[in-house]
């Protein structure tokens, strides 16, 4: 059995930088038409300039691939020239809560003390991204967060407002509730618990923040995955660390999917019998939401088996050395 | 500040065997007159024959140590016969749901098919020493499995249960609902949540079987040991894995806590001012309850900084590096 995929896009990505960006931006060009690069660099980009400074990074990484990298800036207390000046340079400004996440130390600690940025933002139609964790205790902290969405969905109706890599039934029930929130979901949240991370022997590969939650949400994000709910995306977070980060007394957050998350999906819908939903969730969601128009591209995926690779580089991914029943031929 | 306990047991640790017994014993044997012997080796402790073996080899291990070591067998099927036998050895017999923690394979499939071995210890009062943790969703296990525990209270009521190593604030409200049921407790599920395994960095130093719980757990946990609850005891559930054991992709099940724990929990209770309550709590509880009288032995500790060190041998402690106000000074 095949299948083909048009232009998938990965609309939640850690690209990196220097030898990781060059190892992991060519891992996502294999599969992807585009992708949303995340921008909590050290230091962030958090200007035009290191924005572009960036892009021509990532641009020679990708050493001529046929992959759109939208550009994401790092939230700050912005001017409106400064919104104005990045608009035509990106897809939307990423918010971090101080602390939630690997570099996100500059992030914000006060939402309210930010709504004349989230004002201008509306005004000038530029995206909010958000990574929607409360400081609380791990299990808690997006369900908690679900306060801030609806929060920033009811004051500002017309900011369109991403949640993303969502991995809480809370979160999912937000999508029906507001019209301008949209989310992204990784492949690890549809396929794995808590009880994959710590509840059998202890997996620091599948250590990852959000931390992935109980049955019964994933339960939630895989239902609306396989629906290909009409505001849910394909998002991997995909974010790769060295070995030496991850088996360690402190243990790094990130999984690792970027080149096996289609097989992975495939295997997923197929099971479901949810194929002809896939490209929706991969692609055509994304587009439609965000009006965005990548480069052509075809994947087609055939159910044969594939081993995942122990290590790309220095990074271990997801289930590496697992054999699973889809992959990739062309 | 000094404060002096009278021989502190240590009601739940595991030896292991060979080199590791060799190391682990004698630093328990330290700060403590006796502990209860956890069965769980490859193969388990399940004959009068093995526990005469593994006695000898903790005998041998502590070189003449003036700590008595509190005998346990693993639960199977025995007959009246091995019970009548084993009893003069042994403080209880300790049941293992099937597979739920390390070397827990042979363990019980299906409580109640074993009620007629209940009876009989219940009948020669043998006491049951429990791992309390269903298969189910690794944050509900404990809680789940309290309807084992109502179960066996119930329908036993002279048989005397330990909940060992509880975590949750259900297991505790047990406590004082059934009057036949006692429980054990670590000091680290008085100190940390799931949060320190893996609200931060993941730490696989904390990760351990059952998981570390909720705050509120946490909070009903410290409160009933600061209190000096009368049917809970200090058991530290002390369990050494080698570093390449925890620091990997499947790490193991077990806190190191053997030879810091007197600091650890003079620390604790001189900052909740419940000092008083410590003797109860790491010794005359388990005296009372077990009715066991173990060798004379004073420990002094002193509000005097120590350094918990990196590694003892292969294993790293909990904590390790880090200084914490009290220390064993004889």
């Given at each position: ?11 939640h990505i850690h ?11 060519p891992l ?5 038409a ?9 230091p962030?980009v958090?200007?035009?300039?290191r924005?572009l400074?960036?892009?021509g990074?990532?641009?020679?990484a990708l ?12 939230f ?7 919104l104005i ?6 897809i939307?400004?990423k918010?971090?809560p101080?602390g939630a996440?690997?570099n ?9 003390a ?7 933002m ?9 990574h ?15 306060e ?8 500002f109706?017309?900011?369109q407002?991403t ?9 999912v029930?937000l ?10 979901v990784?492949p690890?949240?549809?396929m794995?618990t808590?009880?994959d991370?710590v ?18 949400d ?8 396989l629906?290909a709910h009409?505001k ?9 660390h060295?070995?030496?980060?991850k ?15 289609l097989?992975?999906l495939?295997?997923?819908?197929d099971?479901?019998d949810?194929l ?8 055509d969601?994304a587009r ?5 128009q990548?480069p052509?591209?075809?994947?087609t995926l055939?159910?044969?088996p ?6 790309y580089g220095?990074?271990v ?10 992959s990739?031929?062309?």
């Amino acid at each position: 059995m095949t299948i083909t995929l048009s232009s998938p896009l990965d609309m939640h990505i850690h690209f990196r930088q220097d030898a990781m960006l060059d190892l992991v931006a060519p891992l996502s060009a294999l599969h992807f038409a585009g992708g949303v690069i995340m921008p909590n660099l050290i230091p962030p980009v958090n200007s035009v300039d290191r924005l572009l400074w960036y892009r021509g990074e990532i641009d020679r990484a990708l050493a001529g691939a046929a992959f759109e990298p939208y550009m994401t800036l790092f939230f700050r207390d912005y001017s409106e020239e400064e919104l104005i000046a990045a608009k035509p340079h990106i897809i939307g400004i990423k918010l971090y809560p101080a602390g939630a996440t690997t570099n996100s130390d500059s992030g914000v600690r006060e939402i309210t003390a930010m709504n004349h940025v989230f004002a201008m933002m509306e005004h000038h139609g530029i995206p909010l991204l958000v990574h929607g964790e409360t400081h609380g205790f791990v299990m808690d902290r997006e369900r908690e967060f679900c306060e801030v969405y609806r929060y920033l969905a009811t004051t500002f109706p017309r900011l369109q407002i991403t949640m993303e890599h969502i991995t809480t039934a809370d979160a999912v029930s937000l999508l029906d509730e507001f019209e301008n929130l949209r989310a992204t979901v990784t492949p690890h949240h549809l396929m794995i618990t808590l009880d994959d991370v710590v509840g059998g022997l202890m997996n620091p590969h599948l250590f990852c923040k959000p931390i992935a939650k109980r049955p019964e949400d994933r339960e939630a994000l895989l239902q609306a995955a396989l629906r290909a709910h009409p505001k849910l995306m394909l998002g991997s977070d995909s974010a790769p660390h060295p070995l030496d980060k991850k088996e360690c007394p402190g243990c790094a957050a990130g999984v690792f999917t970027a080149p096996i998350q289609l097989p992975l999906l495939a295997d997923l819908f197929d099971r479901h019998d949810s194929l002809h939903n896939l490209q929706a969730f991969v692609s055509d969601n994304a587009r439609r939401l965000y009006g965005v128009q990548p480069p052509e591209r075809i994947v087609t995926l055939e159910r044969s088996p594939m081993t995942i690779p122990d290590s790309y580089g220095p990074v271990v991914p997801m289930w590496a050395g697992r054999t699973i029943p889809w992959s990739v031929v062309s």
